[in-house]
């Protein structure tokens, strides 16, 4: 397999550096390629802004969605970004690695996903109509290729259980596997979590470390979350509800968007 792993920590001596050699090692051991995007490394430009998109009249009112539809179709994106999206093509999986930071990724990981995302790459693909909701939710550019995320959290894992405070670990992560993940096709896979990482020793670093390479041996194997496809049948278009007769039917929330043998427990 090739193997993108987009790595978002500023320090290469933390546990998250330490995470993505014993990741990559036991990848390159099982005989997959992997490139690393290392945003801080990199120093990943985050936010979006004009000079994204050289091609936009000084005076032209900027509208971020419009302008990166022009400069995708007009193969007129940033160097930097460009490079991502090559890297994301050549890749059949990518990984995204993060420490928790406020319930979700860190602002220089978020800042890769709106940039390099473009409308026509990742969004505003395929056919929009009063019949179709163009190619995303397990359709798209992306759609054929695994994903997943390596995570660490200062909290523990009763913390992030179904009844924990902090809310459900995959409710908090749903944003990011189903909204940017699934969403331009990704398959996804269950999410590598560790947890009350902060005061971790030795012994601790093992068992996590084990537990991660365990995950990349099965990165081409394991099944996916088996979020339902938009263009599936299970939901009414265009209004995007989830079809009466399936799921709960009082129930809302993120577990809806699972099929219906998987939601129940
Ligand atoms: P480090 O600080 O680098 O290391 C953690 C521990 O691992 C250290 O004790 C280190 O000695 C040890 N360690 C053991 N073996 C090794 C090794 N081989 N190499 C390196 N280190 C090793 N947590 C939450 O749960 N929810 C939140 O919303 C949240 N928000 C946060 C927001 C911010 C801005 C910050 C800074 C932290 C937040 N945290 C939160 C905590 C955060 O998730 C953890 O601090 C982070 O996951 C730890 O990862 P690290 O790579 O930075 O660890």
């Not at 009112?61 to 302008?67: E, G, L, T």
């Not at 577990?255 to 219906?260: G, N, Q, T, Y």
């Amino acid at each position: 397999m090739k193997v993108l792993l987009v790595f978002a920590h500023p320090e290469p001596r933390s546990l998250n550096g330490a995470l993505r050699d014993v990741a990559i090692k036991e990848l390159e051991a099982q005989g997959h390629e992997v490139r690393v995007s290392d945003l801080y490394a990199d120093g990943w430009k985050s936010e979006i802004d004009r000079a994204d998109f050289p091609l936009l009249a000084q005076d032209a009112r900027f509208r971020p969605a419009a302008a990166s539809g022009e400069a995708f179709a007009d193969n007129a994106l940033t160097p930097d970004v460009k490079a991502e999206q090559e890297k994301l093509l050549w890749a059949d999986t990518l990984i995204l690695q993060f420490p928790l930071w406020w319930f979700s990724m860190p602002a220089i990981l978020k800042g890769w996903v709106e940039r390099v995302y473009a409308y026509g790459f990742a969004y505003g693909v395929g056919e929009h109509s009063d019949k179709r909701w163009g190619d995303r939710y397990g359709e798209g550019m992306l759609a054929g290729k695994r994903a997943m995320l390596i995570v660490t959290a200062g909290g523990w894992a009763e913390h992030y259980a179904g009844r924990g405070i902090n809310g459900p670990i995959d409710d908090l992560l749903f944003p990011i596997n189903h909204g940017i993940l699934f969403y331009p096709g990704y398959d996804v896979l269950p999410p590598f979590v560790a947890y009350r990482v902060d005061r971790l020793d030795e012994a601790g670093f093992a068992s996590v470390a084990e537990r991660l390479r365990e995950r990349m041996r099965t990165l081409g194997s394991a099944p996916p979350i088996p979020y339902r496809q938009q263009n599936g049948g299970d939901y009414l278009i265009p209004s995007m509800q989830l079809r009466p007769e399936l799921g709960e039917a009082a129930a809302t929330g993120f577990a809806l968007h699972l099929k219906d043998e998987m939601a129940t427990d």
